[in-house]
């Protein structure tokens, strides 16, 4: 899945996210198509250009409004609605439309259809949240996140957008606003507030206004990685058990259901050879496979950990071999096979039976078995 994740390190606003889009390769043309679908070429211009932020670089949006319409939020809705933008990009936009106008009514204590939002009503505004929706379609994002917000002054508008988002807010440095409320709108609309695994595609930067050195948005685009949460490691020392048995053990546990057992060799107390045994478990399973460990080996007590496992994608393919069909893994990421190997089960079986080294035996099915995935 292809996913978006906005570091916020010096805050976001609407010209900040446009500006991170496009260093990360969107297209300025949908720019100007948004102008274009909304009917808005002689209200606004756009201007794109390369900027500094201290040590940072990256792109600059800026957006002039050269004829200012006042429009109320009927008519904000109106021009989102009736514009020639995809159906995705109007839903999202009127989200973040929405929250906004919800707030300012809120906070103004007037009806949303008798509300002008003033220095948020205008095109520009328009052009910031569809612009923002309409690049992030366009590079193919299916999720988006975003890391802790730095908050300053934040206006009470700001806020409010936030509530019951998730968004996560941090004390900010410096003495100005860093999150506008148009930046809380387009993440509150769109994201979810935590940091994915993921690989790296690209990253991009979008320079503010303020001259500040910092003021700039990161963005990173990548593939996200499968975690699994909740698996918890069942630990424990052993220093007076038998190593045959403790090779018992971890074959019992595996057939109990535990995701993996390791065995690492340890000096214990007093100078003695021991291991540590780690029993990788499922939440449903902690309890039993806990109690198992306390009672088939000698030890008086065992450690839980909390722990959060990546995963990449697997399956098994059959192939042909000059000794008949066998089995491999394939490994993938992002859906795409990335590599293969060889079940070392299916190797031994075929090499004894037709007198071969099973070191060949995994050659040929790992050749077979990467031609058969296109690598």
Same mark, same amino acid.
């Given at each position: ?10 805050g976001?606003s ?8 496009l ?7 949908i ?9 808005l070429?002689d209200?606004?211009?756009i ?18 409004v050269?004829?200012r ?6 008519a904000?809705?109106g ?5 020639g ?13 929405n ?16 509300l002008?939002?003033?220095?948020l009503?205008g ?13 992030l379609h ?43 409320p ?5 993440l509150?609309a769109?994201?979810v ?17 303020? =001259?500040?050195?910092?003021? +700039? #948005? ?5 593939? &996200?990685?499968?975690? $699994? @949460?909740g *698996? !918890? ?9 038998a =190593?045959?048995?403790?090779? +018992? #053990? ?5 057939? &109990?259901g535990?995701? $993996? @057992?390791? *065995? !690492?060799p ?10 540590v ?12 496979l806990?109690?198992?460990v306390l ?20 399956r ?12 491999a893994?394939v ?24 007198g071969?080294d ?10 077979a ?7």
């Open positions: 899945m292809s996913v978006a994740y906005f570091d916020c390190f010096g976001i609407g010209d900040m996210t446009l500006g991170a889009l260093d990360c390769g969107a297209d300025r043309a720019l100007d198509a948004a102008v274009e679908a909304m009917r070429g209200e606004v211009t201007e794109v250009r390369h900027e500094s932020r201290g040590h940072t670089a990256g792109t600059r949006v800026v957006i002039e050269t004829e319409v006042e429009r109320n939020v009927p904000l809705r021009v989102i609605e009736d514009s933008s995809p159906d995705q990009i109007k839903s999202r936009a009127l989200d973040a439309l929250r906004i106008a919800r707030v300012e009514a809120r906070i103004h204590d007037v009806a949303e259809d008798d002008h939002l003033h220095e009503g095109a520009d505004t328009l052009v910031d949240i569809v612009g923002a929706f309409w690049l366009s590079l193919d994002v299916e999720r988006v996140y975003a890391s802790q917000l730095p908050m300053s002054r934040p206006a009470p508008a700001t806020l409010r957008i936030l509530e019951g988002t998730g968004a996560q807010l941090r004390a900010g440095d410096e003495n100005r606003e860093l999150v506008t148009t930046g809380a709108a387009i509150a769109a994201a507030f935590e940091r994915p695994a993921m690989s790296l595609r690209r990253t991009g930067y979008g320079i503010g206004s303020n =001259p500040a050195p910092g003021n +700039a #948005l990161a963005l990173w685009i990548g593939e &996200e990685a499968r975690a $699994d @949460v *698996v !918890t490691m069942i630990e424990t020392n052993l220093d007076d058990m =190593p045959n048995l403790v090779a +018992a #053990l971890c074959e019992d546990l595996m057939a &109990e535990a995701l $993996d @057992v390791t *065995v !690492t340890a000096l214990m107390k007093k100078g003695r050879p021991g291991q045994l780690a029993v990788m478990s499922a939440p449903e399973r902690v309890a039993h806990s109690e198992y009672r088939h080996s000698t030890t008086l007590g065992v450690r839980l950990r909390e722990l959060h496992r990546v995963l990449a994608g697997r098994v393919i059959e192939v042909q071999t000059p000794w008949g069909a066998a089995y893994k490994k993938e990421l992002d859906g795409r096979a990335v590599d293969v190997a060889a079940e070392y089960e299916d190797c031994r079986s075929i090499a004894r039976a037709h071969q099973v070191r060949e035996v995994m050659r040929v099915i790992v050749d078995a990467r031609r058969e995935v296109g690598l």
